[in-house]
């Protein structure tokens, strides 16, 4: 079946502009995870969501960044104001519910900001 | 919370010999541990995985092994491929919380 699908893949934003990035998990995952990968790093954790509930938001790096999944599906991870530092690939994974460990990853959104 | 460290950062092989990662982590209460691998512009793919109720788990070429007590766990290749050629995560969950804490990475080159 069709895996975790993300959009854009690439962004490039002038510095202050507003973006959304798009992730659709597998279907029927409960959870959905968001990460930034800055180059040459491991992903680092953003926020969690379960079904519709956002369960834990304590790697959103600055109150520019925000993510909802309004209906328990699709959920977008909308950045304000961008900034240079912003620039990374920002990974959206989902697992088949909350006590299954195994996460599916997405392609990525690969973001430059100038 | 959780920090996890990777060993090393890179690594060369030739094609057929085995390589290790290794990595180890600081929360006891961490109970899973995937590796992943990231070919370059790609998603990270799960490639095998462990739980803390077991010491060592192995599928075809690759094996992982845990050490609990000492909190460390260790991905081994074997008669590795020019395919193989990649980043490798290692990364832990604690129990309960399902979001994974992830190493630096190591990019594991094969020469033919």
């Known amino acids: 079946g069709a895996g975790v699908s993300q959009s854009p893949r690439y962004k490039v934003a002038k510095r202050g502009q507003d973006v959304a990035l798009r992730c659709d998990p597998i279907s029927g995952h409960v959870s959905l995870f968001w990460y930034q990968q800055a180059l040459g790093q491991g992903p680092e954790f953003l926020t969690y969501f379960q079904n519709e509930a956002q369960l834990d938001k304590s790697g959103l790096p600055s109150d520019r960044f925000f993510a909802e999944r309004p209906e328990g599906s699709v959920s977008t991870l909308k950045i304000q104001r961008t900034q240079q530092e912003d620039s990374a690939v920002y990974l959206c994974?989902?697992?088949?519910?909350?006590?299954?460990?195994?996460?599916?990853f997405g392609p990525g959104t690969r973001l430059l900001v100038l | 919370g959780e920090n996890v460290e990777q060993h090393p950062s890179t690594l060369s092989v030739q094609e057929g010999d085995s390589a290790v990662i290794k990595c180890t982590y600081s929360d006891s209460a961490s109970n899973y541990f995937p590796w992943y691998k990231q070919e370059l512009g790609k998603r990270p793919q799960l490639i095998i995985d462990?739980?803390?109720?077991?010491g060592e788990k192995k599928d075809q070429r690759i094996a992982v092994t845990l050490n609990k007590t000492a909190k460390h766990f260790s991905l081994h290749i074997t008669e590795t491929q020019p395919e193989d050629s990649a980043v490798y995560f290692c990364?832990?969950?604690?129990?309960?919380?399902?979001?994974?804490?992830f190493g630096k990475g190591t990019m594991l080159l094969v020469s033919p």
């Open positions: 462990i739980r803390s109720n077991v």
């Open positions: 994974a989902s697992s088949a519910h909350s006590s299954e460990e195994t996460q599916y």
């Open positions: 990364a832990a969950s604690l129990s309960g919380y399902s979001t994974l804490t």
